[in-house]
């Protein structure tokens, strides 16, 4: 019996042991970081698959993705995934003219997160810029994405002109 009240005792004791909120995923750390959410206003009555793809164009330009400009405030530019570079300007001149300025397409899960898909500067590959249901979380990610799963409209996948 007295083994029995230890274990009781243990049980009860872990229960209560509360994570600290450093412990958070990337994502929760990533939707609460201002810098991965969109800033942008969402116009009444937009669809939520145009906004969030306004919210990828944004963040790409903002990031250094494309042919135009990047913010000139250096401390706007979050790493994404893998950066080789050893300072903000190296990553920046790594990403710049890397992807087009207007998506492919869009893709939306069960769970209303976003995808919104960009070809490369060369058309021959693609990358995504991933969002949660809140538009928040925004992230490019590091592999390629396959383009034919847009032209095909599957898995919730769509050509932006055909929203």
Known sequence: MPTLLLVLGVIV?????????????RAEADSANPLRRCGLARDAGEAVDLYAVR?????????????????????????EG????????????????TLERRPAGVCVDAAERFTVVFRSASGQTARAVTMDATFGSLRV??????????EAEQYGCRRVGVL
């Open 13 to 25: 004791l872990a229960s209560s042991v509360q994570a600290p909120v450093s412990a958070q995923t």
């Open 55 to 79: 919210c990828a164009e944004r963040f790409i330009v903002q990031q250094g993705y494309t042919d135009l400009p990047a913010g000139a405030d250096t401390s706007a530019i979050v790493p």
């Open 82 to 97: 893998i950066e080789w570079g050893a300072s903000k300007l190296d990553w920046l001149a790594g990403r710049r003219g």
């Open 141 to 150: 990610q590091h592999q390629d994405f396959r383009l034919e799963v847009v």
